[in-house]
């Protein structure tokens, strides 16, 4: 997926669109995430969608839920949810500065190599 370490840097172009790509899972992380928890506030506390909606990206993003929650089965939703969603938060992070740090330690491993320093051979 990234190039080895012994091979040039990728150029800006290809670094882009490899960012482009990750973008575009990390997308499809929150939007799963977001899709899940609007189902559940749904079916779960019967909110309309707007209300399901405005709950789950409160949650998503880390802030918390909005109203009270009217059965058992809703706040253990929530709660679930919320335990789900740190984790998800920490995933689209992680897979959105992969190709970043990536690059940014291949880069200082090129120059470590084009300045003579490197002793691992």
């Known amino acids: 997926m990234f190039e080895h370490r012994r091979l040039p840097l990728i150029t800006t172009r290809a670094f882009a669109w490899r960012q ?59 709660s679930f949810y919320a335990l789900y969603s740190g984790i998800a938060l920490l995933t689209t992070v992680a897979v959105l500065l992969a190709p970043l740090v990536h690059r940014l330690l291949h880069a200082l491993h090129v120059e470590e190599e084009e300045g003579g320093t490197d002793q691992t051979t």
Do not use: E, H, Q
């Open 20 to 78: 482009l790509k990750f973008l575009a899972v990390a997308l499809v992380i929150v939007s799963v995430s977001l899709g899940v928890g609007v189902w559940g506030y749904m079916r779960l506390a019967g909110l309309a969608f707007p209300d399901a909606f405005l709950n789950a990206s409160m949650i998503l993003g880390g802030m918390g839920p909005v109203g009270d929650l009217p059965t058992d089965a809703a706040k253990y939703f929530a």
